[in-house]
């Protein structure tokens, strides 16, 4: 991360966004050192353990920043994980560490249209790209979400076209966001591409998008967030391994 910098923050207040997605708003007096202008950023949660253990370091994205309050949206799984049981569970006043922010993963302005996709574990992210494209911007935000009920309202560009694809039984070939991309039309000039998602999900992305030989690095971020049957621990341990094979796959 860019900058190491730990703080203890308060649980302000939760409050769920979709049938999917809680959102927890931390503050306190700790967050007057935290730096302006960090949403789509990402932090380090220090997810307390029962029994003395370590804590566990889990990512997640800044939503939103006001002067004494970050937002943090925790996508619910059908078995939670330590940290989404941690936000289902977080009442007013209860305190967490958090290290950060790490550096901004943003999509380059500098195009002639945009590819923005992912899952709801990208849905933070995405939200706030599509929020500062240009008001002029043209092309696509993909959205795999598993149902009707997590579908949100977000701010984006009149000329960018928001596809939310429903997907309740995501499987492990990892196919089924990139076939709702390949089905759109390729657009002229030179695309900007944003993506995140499952790490099956994106390795068939990354073969799809290399079809075209107009994505130079500087116009392409694409990465992993979780792992389908995984824990966050296998999840970085494949995604290593794939980025070792691959040369650089973030």
């Not at 860019?2 to 927890?24: D, F, K, N, Y």
């Not at 009149?158 to 089924?176: A, C, Q, T, Y």
């Not at 966001?177 to 030179?190: F, T």
């Not at 073969?207 to 999840?235: I, M, V």
């Amino acid at each position: 991360m860019a900058s190491r910098t730990t703080m203890e923050l308060e649980v302000i207040r939760s409050a769920p966004i979709t049938e999917h997605m809680l959102r927890v708003t931390l503050g306190g007096d700790a967050l007057s050192a935290f730096p302006v202008d960090q949403e789509s950023a990402y932090l380090k949660l220090l997810i307390p353990q029962r029994d003395g253990q370590k804590p566990l370091l889990r990512t997640y994205t800044v939503r939103h920043q006001r002067p004494t309050e970050i937002d943090i949206d925790f996508v619910l799984h059908d078995s939670p994980g330590p940290a989404s049981t941690w936000a289902i569970d977080a009442q007013p006043g209860d305190r967490i560490t958090v290290a950060g922010p790490g550096p901004k993963k943003l999509i380059n302005h500098s195009a002639d249209w945009f590819l923005l996709a992912g899952d709801m574990t990208a849905l933070p992210a995405i939200s706030v790209h599509l929020s500062q494209l240009p008001e002029d911007a043209v092309g696509y935000a993909v959205i795999e979400v598993p149902s009707r009920a997590d579908i949100q309202k977000l701010t984006h560009p009149r000329n960018i076209e928001l596809h939310w694809e429903i997907n309740s039984r995501p499987k492990v070939d990892g196919l089924f966001l990139a076939s709702k991309i390949r089905a759109l039309p390729w657009l002229e000039g030179q695309p900007a591409v944003w993506a995140a998602c499952e790490f099956n999900s994106m390795r068939v992305l990354r073969t799809f998008l290399q079809e075209h030989n107009n994505l130079p690095k500087t116009h392409l971020y694409l990465s992993s967030y979780w792992k389908l049957g995984q824990s966050d621990e296998g999840h970085k341990k494949a995604k290593r391994l794939d980025s070792e094979q691959v040369g650089g796959t973030r």
